[in-house]
């Protein structure tokens, strides 16, 4: 069965730091590319950060860069987002997301976020 689960969500200050973690299993994980979405509420879920199956190459999304890093540890069955410098518009629900092939794509259920003084 496969199974995405998001961890490390919480309530901090602006200008603080969370790292979440993504442990995947029942599937490869080392096929897979990594990703880290988010929804605000109100909002349609929006890209963050991915990541390549080897960890080669991530990319970001603009309102993130400089300060969010995504990382992966395929000896763990982990992707990790490292999230520094947060703002209260970074408060969302946070996914994770694996991607091999159109429609051979998994979901965890989310973690959430709040940026708040």
Do not use: H
């Not at 790292?19 to 490869?28: E, N, R, V, W, Y």
């Not at 969010?68 to 999230?83: C, E, G, P």
Request: charged share 15%.
């Amino acid at each position: 069965q496969v199974q995405l689960v998001e961890s490390g969500g919480g309530l901090v200050q602006p200008g603080g730091s969370l790292k979440l973690s993504c442990a995947a299993s029942g599937f490869t994980f080392s096929n897979y590319a990594m990703g880290w979405y988010r929804q605000a509420p109100g909002k349609e879920r929006e890209f963050v950060a991915f990541i390549t199956k080897t960890g080669s190459t991530t990319n970001y999304a603009d309102s993130v860069k400089g300060r969010f890093a995504i990382s992966r540890d395929n000896a763990k069955n982990t992707v990790y987002l490292q999230m520094n410098s947060l703002k209260p518009e970074d408060t969302a629900v946070y996914y994770c997301k694996a991607a091999r092939a159109p429609g051979d794509v998994y979901w965890g259920q989310g973690t959430q976020v709040t940026v708040t003084s």
